[in-house]
């Protein structure tokens, strides 16, 4: 069975401190991973993308690992700050044709207090 | 930014009313699709369209309706909400051009609350 599993459920730092969100899955066949950010109340938007042969992609403070084999991933984010709280989640995507579909983890709840 | 809009943003209707929530997008993007999200879960997906007059029901059961009649629009219709309709109702689109990247494009949602 495809899923998507996120640890861990919910986590408290605080400002300024660096965290580390996981992401494993058992999708196959695998086509990308994909990271968002959702804000309270907001749609998702989308942080980072990775492809099979893709091991780290950053944007700003966020840096995402990918390991294939192991059908894991990492979220890394670095000198948290407020606006960082917010449901992290990870998708992963089957195929990258008209025919790929998308399974979804249920997001890690991230407080970051001053 | 995301040009991908939603409308209503909130909405609070008695049971056995029709509704229609809005979805557009000026992206140009083929695929678009809707979501269904309750507080603290993972989204679930009820509809998509790869196409104009393209649509295909999800992977969670729904009693709700879409049409895809222009690319940039896909609204979905509620004949008769109900409690259990009560929910987060995200939209999102992407292109099917690989060049273009595949990231999916979520408009705001609509938070629909059915008394």
């Known amino acids: 069975k495809n899923q998507v599993e996120q640890s861990p459920q919910s986590l408290i730092i605080l400002e300024g401190k660096n965290c580390t969100l996981q992401?494993?899955?058992?999708?196959?066949?695998?086509?990308?991973l994909r990271w968002y950010k959702q804000d309270t109340g907001r749609g998702p938007v989308s942080l980072t993308i990775m492809t099979f042969s893709e091991n780290t992609k950053s944007n700003g403070r966020y840096t995402a690992t990918l390991d294939a084999d192991t059908k894991q991933s990492s979220l890394h984010i670095t000198a948290s700050q407020l606006s960082d709280s917010a449901s992290y989640i990870c998708v992963v995507s089957d195929r990258g044709s008209t025919l790929g579909r998308l399974y979804f983890g249920r997001g890690t709840q991230l407080t970051v207090w001053p | 930014e995301a040009d991908i809009y939603q409308t209503p943003r909130y909405l609070v209707i008695g049971t056995g009313k029709k509704i229609t929530l809005e979805c557009s997008q000026t992206m140009g993007h083929d695929k678009m699709y809707w979501y269904q999200q309750d507080p603290g879960m993972e989204l679930h997906l009820i509809h998509y369209?790869?196409?104009?007059?393209?649509?295909e029901k999800g992977d969670l059961s729904s009693e709700s309706t879409v049409s895809r009649i222009r690319t940039e629009h896909f609204p979905l219709t509620l004949e008769s909400a109900r409690p259990s309709h009560t929910s987060q109702y995200l939209c999102a689109s992407e292109s099917s051009d690989l060049n273009r990247g595949e990231t999916q494009y979520f408009g705001p949602g609509t938070r629909l609350l059915v008394l």
């Open positions: 369209s790869y196409g104009v007059n393209s649509t």
């Open positions: 992401c494993n899955y058992t999708v196959s066949p695998f086509s990308n």
